[in-house]
């Protein structure tokens, strides 16, 4: 079993939708959550993080970790063509500066 | 501010061929990160860099993958004798302190295809 899941999708929503992406995990030693995302034949790019549980916000992305449930979820509003991607989350553990990536899942934001 | 540069950036080899990728990584970045991310998964952490030592390699398969950053800035990852399954994406990527690892920043990545 993977240490994090991810849905690989693709995820097709129309021009202005909701975009919900989530990763679960099995490792409770994680207490940092992040989000990136991958354009095609490019390096990943970090949207956000959290530490701990809680919520996030930035602009229209909001991100949200449940660690009782060892789910992470990001939630992208007012969904562009521009934010067509692949989103990865990554988790790190308190110590060291390791990431454990999930699989990514694709989105495609049809105009 | 420039990013983290690779090349090349697309290679094509034979298996049991060798090959070598190059990064430079933003300036000022003490730490520097190799992953492999198999087409349609997630980045591998292959090996960490702080400064020239290494911090991490558990996941560097150390029979034909090697590494160096021999002045603390710029640094070369060989793969020798190529696989099959080594076709991937390599990507480069650096932080600035040991500590602040989620701020990575990543290279544009080496494609490599080995047939």
């Keep these: 079993q993977k240490e994090v899941e991810q849905d690989p999708g693709p995820l097709s929503?129309?021009?202005?939708?909701?975009?919900?992406?989530?990763?679960?995990?099995?490792n409770s030693a994680f207490q940092y959550f992040m989000w990136?995302?991958?354009?095609?034949?490019?390096?990943?790019?970090?949207?956000?993080?959290?530490?701990?549980?809680?919520?996030?916000?930035d602009g229209r992305f909001t991100a949200q970790v449940d660690k009782s449930s060892k789910y992470i979820s990001l939630f992208i509003r007012d969904s562009q063509p521009s934010?067509?991607?692949?989103?990865?989350?990554?988790?790190?553990?308190?110590?060291?500066?390791k990431l454990t990536f999930?699989?990514?899942?694709?989105?495609?934001v049809k105009p | 501010?420039?990013?983290?540069?690779?090349?090349?950036?697309?290679?094509?080899?034979?298996?049991?061929?060798?090959?070598?990728?190059?990064?430079?990584?933003?300036?000022?970045?003490?730490?520097?990160?190799?992953y492999q991310q198999i087409l349609g998964q997630g980045p591998k952490l292959l090996i960490q860099f702080q400064n020239n030592g290494v911090v991490d390699d558990s996941q560097l398969p150390k029979?034909?993958?090697?590494?160096?950053?021999?002045?603390?800035?710029?640094?070369?990852?060989?793969?020798q004798p190529a696989k099959l399954e080594d076709s991937a994406v390599y990507l480069c990527?650096?932080?600035?302190?040991?500590?602040?690892?989620?701020?990575?920043?990543?290279?544009?990545g080496t494609r490599l295809t080995v047939t």
């Design chain 2, 1 to 34: 501010e420039a990013g983290v540069a690779q090349s090349p950036r697309y290679k094509i080899i034979e298996k049991r061929q060798s090959v070598a990728f190059w990064c430079n990584p933003i300036s000022g970045h003490a730490t520097l990160y190799w």
């Design chain 2, 93 to 108: 990527a650096s932080s600035l302190e040991y500590g602040a690892s989620y701020e990575q920043y990543f290279g544009p």
């Design chain 2, 63 to 79: 029979d034909r993958f090697s590494a160096e950053r021999l002045k603390g800035v710029d640094s070369t990852l060989k793969i």
């Design chain 1, 83 to 97: 934010d067509s991607a692949t989103y990865l989350c990554a988790m790190k553990k308190a110590a060291g500066n």
């Design chain 1, 13 to 26: 929503v129309p021009e202005g939708a909701i975009v919900s992406l989530n990763c679960t995990y099995s």
């Design chain 1, 36 to 57: 990136y995302r991958q354009y095609s034949r490019k390096g990943p790019e970090l949207l956000m993080y959290t530490y701990s549980s809680g919520n996030k916000e």
């Design chain 1, 102 to 108: 999930g699989g990514g899942t694709r989105v495609l």
